[in-house]
């Protein structure tokens, strides 16, 4: 199964019937600090692939008058062991890197003289709002005993987005090294 499959079998194995809008929140709330949040399109096709394996099942639940039955999911047996499985024995891969920030950064030749320094300190403002967001989650979080691990995964997720500010600070001071060399006599010139 993809990847996506597993990170909503995982969701689910919180012991919850949730629904698709339900799971997605989650996701938001858990997921994007460190994998990425699955689209409500993906999470619907994710939840009829994990069905139809038979590792969730799912029931309607009739809403206010007027308004559409709501389906919720929970996780089965086989599901719960399925996603233990993988967990346990998932091959320890380097991390996939995409980061849109150094992709702009790496294209820097094609930018006006400043942008990159502004890419850089917008990225810094982004990463000091994913610290305080990860430290009120994490925050949120105390005191439930099922939610220990992503407790700890937040803690984590707050400490990469601090390192990620620290990142763009040396990349800041690097653009002013370079700055300097580019001005420097000689620089340019066949054999400098």
Partial sequence: MPPTSWAVL????????LSGYDLKKWADWSLSFFYWSPSFSQIYSELKRLEGAGYVTSRSVPQATGNRDKRVYSITEAGRRAVREW?????????????????????GHLLEADQA??????????????????????????????????????????????????????????????????????????GA
């Fill in 10 to 17: 995982g969701l689910l194995s919180f012991e919850q019937e």
């Fill in 87 to 107: 967990a346990r024995g998932a091959a320890v891969e380097p991390p996939v890197l995409k980061h849109g920030v150094m992709l702009r950064i790496w294209l």
């Fill in 117 to 190: 320094r502004d890419i850089l300190r917008e990225h810094q403002a982004n990463a000091d709002k994913m610290v305080h967001r990860a430290r009120l989650d994490a925050e949120g979080a105390e005191g439930e005993p099922s939610w220990a691990y992503p407790r700890l995964v937040l803690r984590w997720a707050e400490r990469y987005y601090e390192a990620e500010r620290r990142l763009a600070e040396d990349m800041l001071a690097d653009l002013d090294e370079l700055a300097r060399e580019r001005e420097a006599p000689g620089h340019g010139e066949p």
